[in-house]
């Protein structure tokens, strides 16, 4: 008797290489599957702009980068003595609004350089309520821990969605004609809206995603939530909240989206740089001299190898380390 639901997920037509850089904005899935791509020290930027959740704030996020945009300091807000922006993760909150500037602006550079030679833009979208800041009327990324009583909430429309997207699909395909777009629903439950608003929510969310997959720049659609919800379908998936996936589900989320994304050779090019990460992040005891030192030069030749396979790849920070072991400096 089988005890789970589960369900094909067709091959994609286009394969994510090493040559391939991949860009991730949004909720849960953005983060735990590009963590993936940064454990194989794949091309990947994750969220230049910090976690973000509903579809309005993706779509500021990517409007920031591509129209190199330059944060002032109208741009940002004091509360408490902290300068902030409204689009913007804690990460790069200060008590000097320089600092705040020069953290926006740097992150928006360097994330224009990457999306104009990204090869996929992975959007995942975690609720469509959104709230608006009363001071200035816009919606916001994060509140920032400022009183509720600043803001209103409202729950954006599925026409709402859809009309701001395709603009921006339409958008991204005039700047990036080859980057491929592919859309991703977040298993995570936004309980504070309660079982039932959770449930609106992401409706909203996946009847605004199914009209945008016919937009002409042809979109695709990656089910992470419905391996969570529908596949894995058990409390045993969950962590200790039992609102987020637990590693075990994320592994699986990602074994699955690798059989769809990456082809055979880029899996186990990614499986011999995880050896070696994996090597380098779990630093060596109780081991003898001589071991150790044989066990960096193993090490150090496999470095030589990935590196004659994948040109691009930087395992400097590995390599200096297992130098130094070999030379008996650690």
Not at 297 to 317: A, H, N, Q
């Amino acid at each position: 008797m089988e005890l789970r639901t589960t369900f094909q997920i067709d091959k994609s037509k286009y394969n994510i290489t090493y040559d391939d850089p991949v860009l991730f904005i949004g909720s849960c899935f953005s983060t735990e599957i590009g963590k993936q791509f940064q454990a194989g020290r794949m091309s990947v930027l994750i969220n230049p702009s910090g976690t973000v959740y509903n579809p309005v704030s993706v779509c500021n996020t990517i409007d920031t980068i591509t129209s190199g945009r330059e944060y002032t300091s109208e741009d940002i807000h004091n509360h408490n003595g902290i300068w902030l922006s409204f689009n913007h993760y804690t990460d790069f909150s200060s008590e000097d609004p320089a600092k705040v500037l020069e953290r926006i602006n740097k992150a928006s550079g360097e994330g224009l350089k990457f999306i104009s030679r990204a090869k996929f833009l992975f959007v995942t979208f975690g609720t469509a309520r959104v709230y608006r800041w009363k001071m200035s009327g816009r919606i916001v990324s994060n509140c920032h821990k400022i009183p509720s009583s600043e803001f209103t909430g409202e729950l954006l429309s599925t026409s709402y969605i859809v009309n701001l997207w395709n603009s921006e699909l339409t958008k991204l395909k005039t700047l990036f004609p080859d980057l491929k777009v592919v859309f991703t629903i977040s298993p995570v439950r936004h309980w504070k809206d309660g079982a039932h608003g959770n449930q609106v929510s992401k409706s909203a969310l996946f009847l605004a995603v199914e009209e945008l997959l016919g937009h002409p720049s042809g979109p695709a659609y990656f089910p992470a939530y419905e391996l969570v919800m529908d596949d894995l379908r058990d409390y045993r998936f969950y962590d200790d909240d039992m609102l987020h996936p637990s590693a075990a589900a994320v592994n699986y989320v990602w074994q699955r989206f690798s059989d769809c994304y990456l082809d055979k050779r880029t899996v186990e090019l990614r499986n011999e740089v995880i050896r070696v990460t994996r090597a380098f992040s779990h630093r060596l005891a109780n081991s003898s001299e001589r071991n150790k030192k044989e066990f960096a030069r193993t090490m150090l030749e496999r470095i030589k190898v990935i590196e004659g396979k994948i040109p691009s790849i930087d395992l400097s920070p590995e390599r200096s380390y297992f130098k130094k072991i070999a030379a008996g400096e650690l």
